[in-house]
């Protein structure tokens, strides 16, 4: 789950990293009123909340020198479109001067198993183009777990490039609070771009990115509420109210697999990969579940409207595949208006049961004996 700019920085406040004082804004109506009775200096900054970076490309950052302007500018940013996601809220920070822009974050990386350090003083708006070109200028350290950031770790990220050793106490302290935060709150991602060394020589966030582990909520109650302003998928949301996995792969694609475990799964989004076909979701069963809720599970992906062919495959010991054939007929009859196919390979208990269900229901649905099978049926259906 990423948070949102503001949601980071309530994060940040908690563990004591320097931030500008703020306010959100959520409507037109009253906003001049709001702005005014928050008592901010001007000029102000106004950025549209969405959880997506390069809002500052995208026309999502903004100046203001007036209540008025700030006004008229909450009012044209509101429900703006950065890339897909709508700002339903803004934030609006006294601007800060500043001297430069450095970039610190530090992520799960799964390659050396590890959190990982990363730092440039080359920060802001065109980090990506720095990585690209100016390796020198990136720094990437692991930490290790069990000592934490030891001064070795932002000595040698700021010998590295170049950076203003006079910060380096700063930078540590700094570095200390957000990898307290990367463990506190399960993240896989915090984020600082940019770090600003305001004109006074202090280190400031300007912004903030938070990326939760979705498997680590439950621990976190005080997420939750986080959760509910942000934009999500509807399915995501429909699927994870009765407990099951929605994950949408390629917008492009026409193709919702479904399973009982994440191995397999993978796998048939694999093999109808290797054929040139696209998937558009994947939807995790888990085990034993009955027929009614193979419906919902069915439903929901038969909702998306891309989706031309949805294939079940089930290995079925714990679940049933005549339960699973039961679910897959109430779900494609209710929705046959819809004229869309489905593609069921069941093995295990039951098979023989499950395969005379959906034979009595002359539904548009293929019964296929093995994966490979399953995937010539797939593109048979969608390659003519
Ligand atoms: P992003 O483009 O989504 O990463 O949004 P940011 O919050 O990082 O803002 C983009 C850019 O706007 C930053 O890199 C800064 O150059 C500039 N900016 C944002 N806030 C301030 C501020 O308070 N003072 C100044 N001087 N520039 C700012
Ligand atoms: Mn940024």
Same mark, same amino acid.
């Given at each position: 789950?990423?948070?949102?700019?503001?949601?980071?920085?309530?994060?940040f406040?908690?563990y004591a990293i320097p931030?500008?004082?703020?306010?959100?804004?959520?409507?037109?109506?009253?906003?001049?009123?709001?702005?005014?009775?928050?008592?901010?200096?001007?000029?102000?900054?106004?950025?549209?909340?969405?959880?997506?970076?390069? /809002?500052?490309?995208?026309?999502?950052?903004?100046?203001?020198?007036?209540?008025?302007?700030?006004?008229?500018?909450?009012?044209?940013?509101?429900?703006?479109?950065?890339?897909?996601?709508?700002?339903?809220?803004?934030?609006?920070?006294?601007?800060?001067?500043?001297?430069?822009?450095?970039?610190l974050?530090i992520?799960?990386?799964?390659?050396?198993?590890?959190p990982?350090l990363?730092f440039?003083?080359?920060?802001?708006?065109?980090?990506?183009?720095?990585? /690209?070109?100016?390796?020198?200028?990136?720094?990437?350290v692991?930490i290790d777990p069990?000592r934490g950031v030891q001064d070795y770790v932002i000595?040698?990220a700021?010998?590295?490039?170049?950076?203003?050793?006079?910060?380096q106490s700063q930078l540590k302290e700094m570095a200390e609070k957000l990898y307290k935060l990367f463990f506190d709150?399960?993240?896989?991602?915090v984020?600082i771009?940019?770090l600003?060394?305001?004109?006074?020589?202090?280190l400031?966030?300007?912004?903030?990115?938070?990326?939760?582990?979705?498997?680590?909520?439950?621990?976190?109650?005080?997420?939750?509420?986080? /959760?509910?302003?942000?934009?999500?998928?509807?399915?995501?949301?429909?699927?994870?109210?009765?407990?099951?996995?929605?994950?949408?792969?390629?917008?492009?694609?026409?193709?919702?697999?479904?399973?009982?475990?994440?191995?397999?799964?993978?796998?048939?989004?694999?093999?109808?990969?290797?054929?040139?076909?696209?998937?558009?979701?994947?939807?995790?069963?888990?085990?034993?579940?009955?027929?009614?809720?193979?419906?919902?599970?069915? /439903?929901?992906?038969?909702?998306?409207?891309?989706?031309?062919?949805?294939?079940?495959?089930?290995?079925?010991?714990?679940?049933?595949?005549?339960?699973?054939?039961?679910?897959?007929?109430?779900?494609?009859?209710?929705?046959?208006?819809?004229?869309?196919?489905?593609?069921?390979?069941?093995?295990?208990?039951?098979?023989?049961?499950?395969?005379?269900?959906?034979?009595?229901?002359?539904?548009?649905?293929?019964?296929?004996?093995?994966?490979?099978?399953?995937?010539?049926?797939?593109?048979?259906?969608?390659?003519?």
């Open positions: 789950m990423k948070l949102l700019e503001y949601q980071a920085k309530e994060l406040s908690k931030i500008q004082k703020g306010i959100v804004i959520e409507t037109k109506d009253g906003a001049a009123e709001k702005i005014r009775s928050a008592g901010l200096q001007f000029p102000v900054v106004i950025k549209a909340q969405v959880q997506i970076g390069g /809002r500052g490309k995208a026309g999502g950052v903004k100046f203001a020198d007036t209540v008025e302007e700030a006004a008229d500018l909450c009012g044209q940013m509101l429900g703006m479109d950065i890339r897909g996601f709508t700002a339903r809220e803004l934030l609006l920070v006294e601007k800060k001067e500043i001297a430069k822009e450095w970039y974050s992520m799960l990386d799964r390659y050396t198993k590890s990982l990363i440039s003083p080359l920060g802001g708006m065109d980090i990506e183009e720095t990585a /690209r070109t100016r390796a020198d200028k990136i720094a990437k692991p069990l000595s040698y700021m010998d590295k490039t170049g950076a203003d050793k006079q910060y709150y399960y993240t896989m991602l984020e771009n940019p600003a060394i305001d004109e006074n020589g202090s400031i966030a300007l912004d903030g990115k938070v990326e939760v582990d979705d498997n680590a909520l439950a621990l976190l109650p005080d997420m939750s509420a986080c /959760r509910d302003k942000l934009q999500e998928d509807p399915q995501v949301v429909e699927a994870r109210r009765v407990n099951f996995l929605f994950i949408p792969v390629e917008e492009a694609g026409d193709i919702g697999v479904m399973s009982n475990g994440s191995g397999m799964l993978m796998s048939c989004i694999d093999l109808i990969t290797k054929k040139g076909m696209q998937i558009h979701a994947a939807l995790d069963l888990g085990g034993g579940a009955t027929a009614e809720r193979i419906a919902e599970a069915v /439903r929901i992906m038969l909702s998306r409207p891309r989706i031309k062919t949805v294939f079940i495959c089930i290995f079925g010991g714990i679940t049933r595949c005549d339960e699973v054939a039961r679910g897959a007929v109430i779900a494609m009859s209710q929705n046959a208006a819809l004229g869309k196919q489905l593609i069921l390979r069941m093995e295990g208990t039951n098979k023989d049961e499950a395969a005379k269900i959906v034979a009595a229901s002359e539904l548009p649905i293929t019964v296929a004996e093995g994966i490979p099978n399953s995937v010539e049926a797939i593109y048979r259906l969608h390659r003519g």
